[in-house]
């Protein structure tokens, strides 16, 4: 089975802009959840979606939305991108949400 | 809330020596507790897993006890390789929290030929 993927891996914003990033769960999993990883914060939680419906959210702002397809792809969006919002997003897919598989992450730079 | 505590690293090795990273939680319910392994510029990778008091999960020569009485779940290696090199992350997920993952903050292990 392929494992997860994310695209783009690599993206460069200017402060200001919105960006979207995309999830391609592993086939048969309908659960998607969204992480961000910073040196300073770690890994830190940010949604999850089972079934197009968003199941949990984080403590981000509302600038930080997500969405599900019925194919379980799933993406993210950041509105009006600030310097702190340079990451590593890491998408992870569950079959029945207990265990997580992760994919390789957007390396997202904001300047 | 949940919250998991990880043995502040960097910890450097030489070859074929044992390895043992320190991970305790706190949580609410029955977590499940996991071990993930990051190389450098990927992904998490899940190394082992367990969902009950006394499970042990192992792989690739790790080994970690899911403790309930000492609310721990160390991860352990007997014999460590220059490929082990990577940052490791204790976590937990629970049923009550739609098995939203909760990290510790990471554990870099450098190992020396």
């Known amino acids: 089975k392929a494992g997860v993927t994310q695209t783009p891996r690599y993206l460069i914003k200017t402060r200001g802009q919105q960006v979207t990033l995309s999830c391609s769960p592993i086939s048969g999993h309908r659960s998607v959840s969204w992480y961000q990883q910073t040196p300073g914060q770690g890994l830190q939680f940010l949604f999850e979606?089972?079934?197009?419906?968003?199941?949990n959210k984080g403590n981000f702002p509302g600038r930080f939305s997500g969405r599900q397809f019925s194919n379980s792809r799933s993406e993210m969006n950041v509105s009006t991108l600030e310097l702190g919002d340079s990451a590593l997003y890491l998408c992870?897919?569950?079959?029945?949400?207990?265990?997580?598989?992760f994919g390789p992450g957007t390396r997202l730079t904001v300047t | 809330g949940d919250s998991v505590t990880q043995m502040e690293g960097p910890v450097t090795l030489s070859e074929e020596a044992f390895l043992t990273i320190n991970c305790t939680y706190t949580a609410t319910g029955y977590p499940s507790l996991f071990w993930y392994v990051q190389y450098p510029g990927e992904g998490l990778q899940l190394l082992l897993k367990a969902t009950k008091a006394d499970d042990k999960g192992s792989n690739k020569g790790f080994e970690a006890t899911y403790r309930k009485e000492t609310t721990s779940f160390h991860l352990e290696k007997g014999s460590v390789q220059v490929s082990d090199s990577a940052v490791y992350f204790c976590a937990l997920s629970d049923r009550v929290n739609d098995y939203k993952l909760s990290f510790g903050a990471g554990t870099t292990v450098t190992v020396r030929a």
């Open positions: 979606y089972f079934s197009e419906t968003q199941r």
């Open positions: 992870a897919s569950s079959a029945t949400g207990n265990e997580q598989y």
